[in-house]
């Protein structure tokens, strides 16, 4: 079955440490996305792809780095620069930028402690 | 003001009630408009989208009112499976936001028996 697998489900960190967030995607989409989400807000975009090797920021990408060396993968590092990174993260992709249908992951959830 | 709005509820009804909610954009350039729904702890996923003339599909109609702005989603003999929070989606059209996707924070919606 094509889908997106993001892992982990669940991460614990502690303050001051990297940690990169896997996303990969099985149905040849050429966009991918990361997003976060917090109790009572929308989605909010931090980084998108529309090709491979390369990226844009999203709106809020501080604290963050993406790559896109494979068509099939988007890891998503969140940095000790990120002020608040306890969130819910989500990956996403599509045909292409202008559509409206996302095909998201389940989600990591990560808490620092 | 926000980019797009809406009532974040909860909406607590009785099987069988018909409830709406309406999301309000800000940018009257926006050409596009869908509705996700999202079940706790979950990913969203595509509910409908939202054509100009308003369409429906089963128990769910979405209207589309340019002239104030808004989006609604009628859902009809609401059931208990109904019980989630929707997202209003809107593609910017314009200046930076051309091809995005901006989230509302969501409805949350409760069937009770």
């Known amino acids: 079955d094509g889908g997106i697998t993001q892992s982990p489900k669940y991460l614990f960190r502690k303050e001051g440490q990297n940690v990169t967030l896997s996303c990969e995607q099985n149905?040849?989409?050429?966009?991918m996305y990361w997003y976060r989400q917090d109790p009572g807000q929308g989605l909010r975009l931090i980084y998108y792809?529309?090709?491979?090797?390369?990226?844009q920021k999203g709106d809020i990408a501080e604290g963050y780095s993406v790559s896109r060396e494979k068509k099939e993968s988007f890891p998503l590092t969140v940095t000790s620069a990120q002020k608040n990174p306890t969130a819910f993260y989500l990956c996403?992709?599509?045909?292409?930028?202008?559509?409206?249908?996302?095909?998201f992951g389940e989600g990591s959830r990560l808490t620092v402690l | 003001r926000k980019e797009v709005e809406q009532d974040p509820g909860p909406f607590n009804v009785p099987e069988g009630a018909t409830v709406a909610f309406n999301c309000t954009y800000s940018n009257s350039a926006s050409q596009s408009f869908f509705w996700y729904r999202q079940d706790c702890r979950k990913e969203p996923k595509l509910l409908m989208s939202v054509y100009s003339s308003g369409n429906e599909d089963g128990r769910f109609t979405a209207q589309l009112n340019r002239a104030s702005q808004y989006i609604s989603l009628l859902i009809r003999d609401s059931k208990l499976s109904d019980s989630a929070t929707y997202l209003c989606v809107v593609i910017g059209d314009g200046s930076s936001n051309t091809g995005k996707l901006i989230f509302g924070q969501g409805t949350t919606l409760q069937v009770k028996p």
């Open positions: 996403a992709s599509s045909t292409g930028r202008l559509t409206g249908e996302l095909f």
């Open positions: 792809s529309q090709i491979v090797n390369d990226f």
């Open positions: 149905l040849n989409h050429d966009a």
